[in-house]
């Protein structure tokens, strides 16, 4: 069965700092792995999608890493702002399984001015 | 942008009643699913639609769930008898996977949230 985990579980930063956000997943059979970001009480926008046969995806200042191999996935955010705080969540559709998603449990990020 | 659409936004049930949230997906998606999160919890998948049946549902869904596409744009859930533990954010998603080239972003609502009294 597909774990997937997210370190750390909260962070807090100053506006401006770069960061890394972690995913981990127990079975590297993955079809792709997708980044979302969830703000509170709303659903999820989705930011990056991964395909297993990738490396990584960039979309303006996030880009999102994939080691299949080791089961574990990166989000870089450059330069903060105040306006990225929110939960980030990392979900992965496994090998055979195309559609259904298995979230970790979120990064919960502040940027404060 | 195109985008998903829920109704209603908040739903207050009480226990033993039957709900039926409903979900319009993106217009050109063809692949539909329901997502669940209770409050503080991880968000859990619970079934994949396509081609008027299901896909793959997950051990939540039971006997007392059931997904219908009773037209062109809309996708519903119902929960026959609900119970206190299926108070939740749920939410619905669609897409449209190109699998020659794995693109199976998901795309998802805002979600309705279900109390249960």
């Known amino acids: 069965k597909q774990e997937v985990t997210q370190i750390p579980a909260a962070l807090s930063v100053p506006e401006g700092e770069n960061l890394v956000l972690n995913c981990s997943f127990t079975?590297?059979?993955?079809?792709?792995l997708q980044w979302f970001r969830q703000d509170p009480g709303k659903g999820l926008t989705s930011l990056l999608l991964?395909?297993?046969?990738?490396r990584e995806q960039t979309s303006g200042r996030l880009n999102a890493s994939l080691d299949k191999s080791s089961g574990r996935s990166t989000l870089y955010i450059a330069a903060s702002q105040p306006g990225d705080s929110a939960t980030y969540l990392c979900?992965?559709?496994?090998?055979?399984?195309?559609?259904?998603?298995?979230f970790g449990q979120g990064t919960i990020l502040t940027v404060h001015p | 942008e195109p985008e998903v659409t829920q109704t209603p936004s908040h739903q207050v049930t009480q226990m033993g009643q039957e709900v039926i949230l409903r979900c319009v997906p993106i217009?050109?998606?063809?692949?539909f699913y329901w997502y669940r999160q209770i409050l503080g919890q991880k968000v859990e998948f619970l079934v994949s639609?396509?081609?008027?049946?299901?896909?793959?549902k997950s051990e939540i869904f039971d006997d007392q769930f059931s997904v219908e596409r009773p037209d062109g744009s809309n996708f519903t859930l119902k929960i026959r008898s609900t119970k206190l533990e299926d108070s939740a954010m749920y939410f619905c998603?669609?897409?449209?996977?190109?699998?020659?080239?794995?693109?199976?972003?998901?795309?998802f609502g805002p979600g309705t949230r279900l109390t249960v009294l």
């Open positions: 998603a669609s897409s449209d996977p190109d699998r020659s080239h794995g693109t199976d972003t998901q795309y």
């Open positions: 639609f396509y081609n008027n049946e299901i896909s793959e």
């Open positions: 979900a992965v559709a496994g090998g055979t399984s195309y559609g259904k998603l298995t």
């Open positions: 079975d590297s059979a993955i079809y792709n």
């Open positions: 991964i395909q297993s046969s990738q």
């Open positions: 217009s050109n998606h063809l692949y």
